[in-house]
């Protein structure tokens, strides 16, 4: 049985798994939920989950592995290829080594990373089958296999089969949950399952979950948000509002921090700072000003999209 252990690394939560080296995983602000890499010896800081909480597409926490520290030179191929976004490369490189490496539960879930970013989730759950087979008790795994299974939810509820949306989503709950008992400070597990509270219209476990991610990861302002967004739709409008506004001291230039206080400014008759957090909102990123916009690309609970709705009809002239 193999042990994979993991380090720092986006946006949204998958983790590489190229390593059999412990260290602490810790995402970067960029994304809220994604994919994770591990590499074979050490796993470096890098990226994903939380400068922005925009997350229209699952996202993959990667992470800048120090190439150096990989021996095989298949591997050190298949790493620089999935760093620099060369997909195809990255999976015929992982391919060949597994050719020779049956037994590699890292290079099995990185192959998984990789096909989520091309988006073909059935083969990625496929890759992190293998990986948990082969190393069942690694959280990492079931952290990305999550992420997997919570789009193929998406997908099965957009052509309408909520049955298949609903399975697909508890499914990724438990992942989320073996990770999250495997390794309770593993806040990534928090988020996700978090994400996947909202999916299944679980506001109040939602609001713990970010609560506990926040609580794991303090430097990452995508998380306090998401936990802020939460607050909002379960009524403590005072307390969403405060930490909200921490989050934009901290984090000046992060746009849907201000778009989101704008709107909970709005739903408290406070136009004048509405309009003021709209304006940051909209210097940084002009499409803040598109309702659609913000609908495909956020995990904003329904209580802020619909602040945010009104805001913007106001705005257009529209009635409230």
Same mark, same amino acid.
């Given at each position: 049985?193999?042990?994979?252990?993991?380090?720092?690394?986006?946006?949204?939560?998958?983790r590489?798994?190229?390593?059999?080296?412990?260290?602490?995983?810790?995402?970067?602000?960029?994304?809220?939920?994604?994919?994770?890499?591990l590499p074979?010896?050490?796993?470096?800081?890098?990226?994903?989950?939380?400068?922005?909480?925009?997350?229209?597409?699952?996202?993959?926490?990667?992470?800048?592995?120090?190439?150096?520290?990989?021996?095989?030179?298949?591997?050190?191929?298949?790493?620089?290829?999935?760093?620099?976004?060369?997909?195809?490369?990255?999976?015929? +490189? +992982?391919?060949?080594?597994?050719?020779?490496?049956?037994?590699?539960?890292?290079?099995?879930?990185?192959?998984?990373?990789?096909? *989520?970013?091309?988006?073909?989730?059935?083969?990625?759950?496929?890759?992190?089958?293998?990986?948990?087979?082969? /190393?069942?008790?690694?959280?990492?795994?079931?952290?990305?296999?999550?992420?997997?299974?919570?789009?193929? *939810?998406?997908?099965?509820?957009?052509?309408?089969d909520?049955a298949?949306?609903? /399975?697909?989503?508890?499914?990724?709950?438990?992942?989320?949950?073996?990770?999250?008992?495997?390794?309770?400070?593993? +806040?990534?597990?928090?988020?996700?399952?978090?994400?996947?509270?909202?999916?299944?219209?679980?506001?109040?476990?939602?609001?713990?979950?970010?609560?506990?991610?926040?609580d794991?990861?303090?430097?990452?302002?995508?998380?306090?948000?998401?936990?802020?967004?939460?607050? +909002?739709?379960? *009524?403590?409008?005072?307390? /969403?509002?405060?930490?909200?506004?921490g989050?934009?001291?901290?984090?000046?230039?992060y746009?849907?921090?201000h778009?989101?206080?704008?709107?909970?400014?709005?739903?408290?008759?406070?136009?004048?700072?509405?309009?003021?957090?709209?304006?940051?909102?909209?210097?940084?990123?002009?499409?803040?000003?598109?309702?659609?916009?913000?609908?495909?690309?956020?995990?904003?609970?329904?209580?802020?999209?619909?602040?945010?709705?009104?805001?913007?009809?106001?705005?257009?002239?529209?009635?409230?």
């Open positions: 049985m193999q042990t994979l252990h993991h380090c720092a690394c986006r946006a949204s939560i998958v590489c798994d190229l390593s059999n080296a412990r260290t602490t995983h810790q995402r970067t602000e960029a994304a809220a939920a994604g994919w994770r890499h074979p010896l050490r796993l470096l800081a890098a990226a994903t989950a939380a400068a922005s909480v925009l997350t229209a597409s699952p996202q993959v926490h990667a992470y800048n592995v120090r190439v150096e520290d990989v021996e095989s030179s298949t591997l050190q191929a298949g790493l620089r290829a999935a760093n620099e976004g060369r997909l195809e490369d990255a999976e015929r +490189f +992982f391919q060949i080594y597994l050719l020779q490496n049956p037994d590699s539960a890292s290079v099995y879930s990185n192959l998984g990373n990789v096909h *989520g970013q091309q988006q073909d989730y059935q083969q990625a759950v496929q890759d992190y089958d293998n990986a948990v087979r082969l /190393a069942p008790t690694a959280p990492v795994p079931y952290l990305n296999r999550a992420v997997a299974k919570e789009a193929l *939810g998406v997908a099965a509820a957009a052509a309408g909520s298949g949306a609903l /399975a697909m989503w508890q499914s990724a709950a438990a992942d989320c949950d073996r990770a999250i008992e495997l390794d309770g400070k593993e +806040f990534a597990a928090w988020f996700d399952r978090g994400n996947i509270d909202m999916r299944l219209g679980d506001y109040g476990a939602a609001l713990t979950d970010f609560c506990t991610a926040a794991l990861a303090p430097g990452l302002a995508g998380y306090r948000l998401r936990h802020a967004t939460l607050l +909002f739709q379960q *009524g403590d409008v005072a307390a /969403a509002r405060r930490m909200m506004q989050v934009t001291r901290k984090s000046g230039n746009s849907e921090a778009a989101a206080l704008a709107a909970v400014h709005w739903s408290q008759g406070d136009r004048e700072r509405a309009e003021e957090e709209m304006l940051r909102a909209e210097s940084q990123d002009e499409r803040w000003g598109d309702m659609q916009w913000i609908r495909g690309s956020t995990r904003w609970p329904p209580r802020l999209e619909a602040a945010m709705e009104r805001l913007l009809n106001i705005q257009d002239g529209q009635a409230p």
